[in-house]
């Protein structure tokens, strides 16, 4: 079966800034003493907690979703994802989707997805839209966008009246071809292929089947917006 490796980036964490405060605070004391000492860096022990730090900061950037990126970046198995991804130029499928909705570019990227590989059992990511459908069960009609990033999900709900947050995990039965965009911050790629390489996106053929287990209520850290978050298995 033509499946991508597994890898679990977790956990991760911020870059600690306390050591440089204390050392500038040794060097020039009048310079940094009123200045606030950084707090201590927050850590993405799971997916889930990923996706409340996100919450939390309704999806801001910079901190563990910039730290995610260089995870990527060291690791062999979101490679050999890369490395098995068809070659792309700037009329394919896969740059025009999110822009053209047309019947033909939807079945031009149904078609563009049918050979790529599928995800392994276990696998988590991420989706900011409506759960549209009116039980637990759901059945994409299109190419559905799902991202390795928690900050970016939270960012798609920003314009929703009704903010809604999926943490996916892939069934091990699952066999739903994907598409892997590049997301490495180091990596050069024409900037017409990749205008937006934060996303880490992974693009999932129509048809993929979807199941609800279950859903809650959270509110951003400042108390003033709240997100649904549905708890997803990719079947």
Known sequence: MNKLPFFDPYPFQEEDRRDEFEQRLGLFPEVMSGRTAPRAPLVA?????????????????????????????????????????????????????????????????????????????????????????????????RALSLSLSAAVAVCETRHDLEKEVWLITVSPACVTPVFVYEGRPSRTVLDELDPLKHELEVLVRAGARFERHGSESVLSRDGNTEYRVHYVTMC
Not at 98 to 121: F, I, M, Y
Request: aromatic share 8%.
């Open 45 to 141: 022990g799971c997916a889930e907690d990923f996706l409340m730090h996100a919450i939390a900061g309704n999806g801001a950037c910079g901190g563990l979703p910039n730290q995610l990126e260089w995870v990527l970046e060291d690791t062999l198995e979101y490679d050999q994802w890369i490395n098995r991804m068809p070659v792309i130029s700037a009329d394919s499928p896969f740059c025009r989707y999110k822009n053209d909705t047309c019947r033909a570019a939807v079945e031009a990227t149904h078609g563009a997805l049918q050979d790529c590989p599928a995800l392994s059992g276990g696998q988590v990511l991420f989706h900011g839209g409506m759960w549209c459908s009116g039980n637990d069960s759901l059945t994409t009609d």
